[in-house]
């Protein structure tokens, strides 16, 4: 960030950054050695929050089975199992991802490829 110039009314401030587009949406990309906030993965968190909510929904009773959650969800079963792993995170990871301190490499894609059940397994490869 660079002041430009100032006046008793105006402060002109350049802040150099990029807009870049993911996923469809455009978001600011500022250099490198700049400090960062980070922002949740909102499909990550999204997911995660359905997975707890099946969870439940399972360990309560309402539902006996997987097949019978997913056809009242309308979505494929192998679907459905495949988030409801999620569940299964070491909850440093999980903390990690709602707060926005999820590495790159934690897309939803990588998530619901089949880990570690170990906690401190999961953590070596989230590495």
Do not use: C
């Amino acid at each position: 960030m660079k002041v430009i110039t100032q006046s008793s009314d105006v402060v002109t401030v350049q802040v150099p950054f990029r807009i870049v587009k993911r996923g469809g949406r455009k978001e600011m990309q500022v250099p490198a050695g700049a400090p960062r906030q980070r922002k949740p993965d909102s499909t990550v968190v999204k997911a995660l929050g359905r997975a707890f909510r099946w969870k439940t929904m399972l360990d309560s009773g309402e539902f006996a089975t997987i097949g019978d959650l997913a056809a009242h969800e309308r979505i494929a079963p192998t679907y459905m199992t495949r988030v409801l792993r999620l569940t299964l995170l070491e909850p440093e990871i999980v903390e990690g991802i709602v707060s926005g301190d999820n590495p790159n490499s934690l897309d939803l894609r990588t998530l619901l490829e089949p880990f570690p059940v170990i906690w401190a397994l999961q953590f070596q490869q989230r590495g």
